[in-house]
């Protein structure tokens, strides 16, 4: 059963930088073979996504981060990466990885990691 965990949330004044890791497991799939998409939800607000790292390494970004967040992927470590950079007191919500095998487009996701921007 696949598994992800997301690591490095934390509390972070306005400017600051975090970077949140996802690692895969329990996959008969490698890693290169996923889709690899990062969502969060802030407090009463529906779950958008944020950024997304293709298994042939295509990036795409929502407008609200791009030029300050960035994806990337290690498949040798199984883990995706979301640098965030310049955060934003709007930037505060609850980050989720999110996997798509390629072939059977078997999704998953994880538990959720807190980022928090505070002044």
């Known amino acids: 059963q696949v598994q992800l965990v997301e690591s490095g949330g934390g509390l972070v004044q306005p400017g600051g930088s975090l970077e949140l890791s996802c690692v895969l497991s329990?996959?008969?799939?490698?890693?290169?073979?996923?889709?690899v998409n990062w969502y969060r939800q802030a407090p009463g607000q529906e779950r958008e996504p944020v950024a997304s790292i293709s298994k042939d390494n295509e990036k795409k970004y929502a407008d609200s981060v791009k030029d300050r967040f960035a994806i990337s992927r290690d498949n040798g470590r199984k883990t995706a990466y979301l640098e965030m950079f310049s955060l934003k007191v709007e930037d505060t919500a609850v980050y989720y990885c999110?996997?798509?095998?390629?072939?059977?487009?078997?999704?998953?996701w994880g538990q959720g990691t807190q980022v928090a921007v505070y002044t």
């Open positions: 999110n996997t798509i095998q390629s072939l059977t487009r078997g999704s998953s």
């Open positions: 329990g996959s008969k799939f490698a890693f290169k073979t996923y889709d």
